[in-house]
């Protein structure tokens, strides 16, 4: 890892009038590295992680992110064209539901391809071999490249939806809940994909979950939210395995096994 913050969020507070989503919340991410935020519902994982890839504006607060020019840039001060560039030349964001991810009515091919179209590729035959690679690396039959992902099974179209999202090699990438709404035995492969996919390309990602268990497999770091505050953060592991808050322990103590 190298010694320069990747994002730096500074005291984001996200209010929806006077229901409060998330609380002056403060981290520094990590080239290379990955977070898992958990807490139980409506704690306000999802509120940050809104707002940290920018899809929410916080009500107070600051994120400056590392550009690849060597800058740092405070996301919210960006206009609306330079964070759709940097959304698709820099990020990744892998929704829970793949049809929010995907386009359901284009091929396979498609919704891989698009994106390096979008980032500037024009030759086809590069890009469908690009497409076909892809594929092929999140474990999807170059055969099935023809067919559209509402022909896919859940556990596909979210492969499908990561394969999209990573084609462009992105350097940091949102999950919301990737494996939720999946059966137990595809989530497992699916998490066992995640991981490798991240750790061959030295990605940095957040996570949001309330599954202990993927954040422990995932994830380097964690954060514990509660009514919008982080209430305790610190290295996977050190969390679940001595968790220092009542709180925390009390959520790891109603997981049988993490
Ligand atoms: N658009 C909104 N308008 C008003 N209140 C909202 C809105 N979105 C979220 N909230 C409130 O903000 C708080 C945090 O919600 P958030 O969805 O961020 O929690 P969460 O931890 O992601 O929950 P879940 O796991 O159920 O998605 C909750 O009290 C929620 O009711």
Redesign the pocket.
Same mark, same amino acid.
């Given at each position: 890892m190298t010694e320069i913050p990747l994002l730096k969020v500074n005291d984001l507070s996200k209010f929806?009038g006077s229901?409060? =989503?998330c609380r002056n919340v403060s981290f520094e991410l990590w080239p290379g590295e990955v977070l898992a935020i958990v %807490?139980e $519902? =409506? $704690? %306000?994982? &999802? &509120?940050l992680l809104n707002c940290i890839s920018t899809r929410l504006m916080p009500t107070t607060g600051s994120v400056e992110y590392h550009m690849r020019d060597g800058t740092y840039r405070d996301l919210y001060h960006m206009n609306e064209a330079e964070r759709r560039f940097l959304m698709r030349t820099d990020w990744g964001f892998v929704h829970q539901n793949p049809a929010d991810g995907l386009r359901m009515t284009v091929s396979a091919g498609a919704n891989v391809g698009e994106r390096l179209m979008a980032i500037g590729d024009r030759h086809y035959g590069k890009i469908r071999s690009t497409a076909i690679d892809w594929l092929e690396r999140v474990e999807i039959d170059a055969d099935r490249i023809d067919d559209q992902p509402r022909a896919f099974s859940g556990g596909m179209r979210q492969r499908l939806q990561i394969a999209r999202n990573l084609v462009t090699g992105p350097r940091l990438v949102f999950m919301d809940e990737p494996t939720g709404g999946l059966d137990v035995s595809v989530q497992a492969r699916l998490l066992d994909l995640v991981r490798g996919l991240v750790n061959d390309l030295g990605l940095s990602a957040i996570i949001?979950t309330?599954d202990l268990a993927v954040a422990r497999l995932l994830s380097h770091r964690m954060m514990v939210?509660k009514d %919008?505050l982080v209430i305790e953060q610190g290295l996977t592991d050190r969390v679940l395995d001595d968790p220092r808050e009542p709180y925390t322990q009390l959520l790891v103590s109603s997981i049988l096994q993490v």
């Open positions: 929806y229901r409060i =989503g %807490g $519902s =409506g $704690s %306000g994982k &999802t &509120t949001v309330h939210m %919008g």
